[in-house]
């Protein structure tokens, strides 16, 4: 089974940047969409953006869209979120995730945490 | 958007009991719809996709029902390892939408 190792969170006033990597274990990582997941502290789960297999296709949730960007590298096994004018609210841990059947995401890295604060 | 709706919010379950969690759809997702336990301080699990089809590794006690906008989760005898936080998540249209939350505590 892949395995998803997530990093580059960490401290970022407001209007910072940060970019996120996701490393994977297996070399089939170019067959599968994937995605970014976020959860707000005490909170519950909200999609961020997906990226399809050959990253040619890509897609955000308003929240994020026109300042975060999904891209991966298949070469490194290696899923990317680049965050941009970071805001309060965009503090949380962010997972990314392997979709397995369509868009149900089977394999879940550990999480990193973004805390946007002054 | 679709939006997901879960209830109950807190469901108390005694260990050995049957547990039925709920999540409706704001229009139809038909099968696309996916159930995922967390526990705390851990990502989430994927335990059920297309309503009714168990993951990889899930045991039977978990089972999916519904099509449409109603769907079920239902855990047929609660083990202690089976309290956390169930969500929902729709992937028949963007943005893909996940539920509020389910948390089955010990009773």
């Known amino acids: 089974e892949m395995q998803l190792v997530g990093s580059g969170g960490g401290l970022v006033q407001p209007g910072g940047s940060l970019r996120l990597s996701c490393a994977a274990s297996?070399?089939?990582?170019?067959?599968?969409?994937m995605s970014w997941v976020r959860q707000a502290p005490g909170k519950g789960l909200e999609w961020v953006s997906t990226i399809s297999g050959d990253g040619d296709s890509t897609y955000y949730a308003d929240s994020v869209r026109g300042r975060f960007t999904i891209s991966r590298d298949n070469s490194k096994n290696t899923l990317y979120l680049q965050m941009n004018s970071l805001r309060v609210e965009d503090t949380a841990i962010y997972y990314c995730?392997?979709?397995?059947?369509?868009?149900?995401?089977?394999?879940w890295g550990q999480g990193t945490t973004v805390t946007a604060s002054s | 958007e679709i939006v997901m709706t879960q209830s109950p919010a807190t469901l108390s379950v005694s260990p050995g009991e049957r547990a039925t969690l709920s999540c409706r759809a704001s229009?139809?997702?038909?099968?696309?719809l996916a159930w995922y336990q967390q526990k705390p301080g851990q990502a989430p699990r994927l335990l059920i996709y297309g309503a009714s089809t168990r993951a990889t590794g899930i045991p039977a006690r978990f089972s999916g029902s519904g099509s449409g906008t109603e769907f079920t989760l239902t855990i047929s005898s609660l083990q202690s390892e089976d309290f956390a936080v169930y969500y929902c998540q729709q992937y028949n249209d963007w943005p893909l939408t996940f539920g509020q939350g389910t948390k089955v505590e010990i009773k």
């Open positions: 995730a392997k979709h397995a059947y369509r868009g149900a995401m089977g394999v």
């Open positions: 229009q139809s997702v038909s099968t696309n």
């Open positions: 297996r070399s089939t990582f170019s067959s599968y969409d």
